[in-house]
């Protein structure tokens, strides 16, 4: 058996939405910004996929900015909405899409306010009206975190930007699929997607732009995506993450629950890192301490399972996860966690599978390991 838990760090092209983008590159080649018949078949299709986006989010279609993915909408929202000097705040655990923006936005001059989390991973709203200034202007915050789930209190946030006239991105890629997504709802102003965490193609994102939101562009060329993103449109991408917005369901929490309860009972002093309750639904981060996390995602990939020891984009990195240690777990522990992401694909016989299988490899992997006694 081959079983897949690392659904945050992508998920497979669902079968339906693979169709779907064949049809479009072979029917719909049109450059969708042409007048005639083959671009405006192409136009259609880009405005059905943007219809799809913002019933997801519960937005105008309007609003809907098509982007490479993730990455470029965490960048464009928070290089196109801060006026030159403003002050920026952000957590401590944020994806490195947005912290190394917000880094290089220091750099260039903008002041930065890092918060804190708790032990669970949740920020304080009180210490994000002790952080704002006069001249801050832009929350930006996570709705999902990556590693180990947890959910932050976007609404109770937004309720403080609003008061302070202060606009609020969310960096929501993990948050479809898992929980429910309002913008209005939210309170946000900007909020980044991506679609091949949803069971769409690579390559393709998107920006929710509230109307009325400044957002000055910082690539340059045509004027296409209401001339806030220049470029030619990827249709059958495009095509590709509107039918995995318009197909996806939320997530139940029996499978995760199963394996996190097993593992915990099965394995002496095992831990979960994160909230227990204000979590998404299919993330599971336990530590495991006397091993190093790179060791078991080996011997477990050896017996067939794909799992985790953090973010996919810092895979290889001789460091240990910023977001565990920013909970305050040791570098050890941090170094000894391991995080499980399920999807719509896992099912209780794959589960049933690995539980034994963790608990084989943490027990041989113990024994070749000098730090644990």
């Not at 002050?87 to 804190?116: C, D, K, M, Y």
Request: one cysteine or more; aromatic letters at 4%; glycine letters at 8%.
């Amino acid at each position: 058996m081959r079983a897949y838990f690392d659904y945050n760090a992508t998920t497979p092209v669902h079968p339906t939405v693979l169709s779907a983008m064949t049809e479009a590159y072979s029917s719909h080649f049109g450059n969708a910004s042409s007048i005639h018949t083959f671009g405006q078949q192409s136009r259609q299709q880009l405005e059905s996929a943007r219809r799809s986006l913002a019933t997801l989010l519960a937005a105008k279609p309007e609003e809907i900015v098509f982007t490479s993915g993730g990455t470029e909408s965490n960048n464009l929202a928070l290089f196109g909405a801060l006026p030159p000097g403003a002050h920026i705040i952000t957590s401590s655990i944020e994806h490195p899409a947005v912290l190394n923006v917000a880094e290089q936005l220091h750099r260039l001059g903008h002041p930065l306010t890092v918060l804190p989390v708790s032990s669970s991973g949740i920020i304080d709203p009180d210490d994000l009206r002790r952080a704002l200034r006069p001249d801050t202007r832009l929350v930006s915050l996570m709705a999902v975190n990556n590693e180990i789930g947890t959910l932050q209190p976007i609404r109770e946030v937004s309720r403080i930007t609003r008061e302070a006239n202060i606009l609020l991105h969310c960096d929501a890629v993990q948050a479809p699929g898992r929980i429910p997504i309002d913008v209005n709802d939210w309170g946000v102003d900007l909020l980044s997607l991506s679609a091949h965490k949803i069971y769409g193609p690579k390559g393709i994102g998107a920006l929710y732009v509230r109307k009325g939101t400044p957002l000055s562009k910082h690539t340059f060329g045509g004027h296409h995506e209401r001339d806030r993103r220049p470029g030619t449109e990827n249709v059958p991408a495009a095509v590709g993450f509107g039918l995995a917005a318009s197909r996806l369901s939320l997530l139940a929490p029996t499978l995760r629950d199963h394996l996190e309860q097993s593992l915990l009972q099965l394995i002496p002093g095992a831990r979960l890192n994160g909230h227990p309750t204000l979590r998404a639904p299919n993330v599971s981060n336990l530590c495991f301490p006397g091993i190093e996390g790179e060791s078991l995602v080996i011997a477990l990939d050896l017996r067939g399972f794909a799992v985790s020891s953090g973010a996919a984009c810092s895979s290889g990195s001789v460091e240990p996860s910023h977001v565990l240690l920013a909970l305050g777990l040791s570098r050890a522990d941090a170094r000894s966690s391991l995080r499980f992401s399920l999807g719509e694909d896992s099912t209780p016989q794959q589960v049933d599978a690995l539980i034994p299988a963790v608990v084989d490899s943490v027990a041989r992997l113990r024994k070749l390991s000098p730090a644990y006694a």
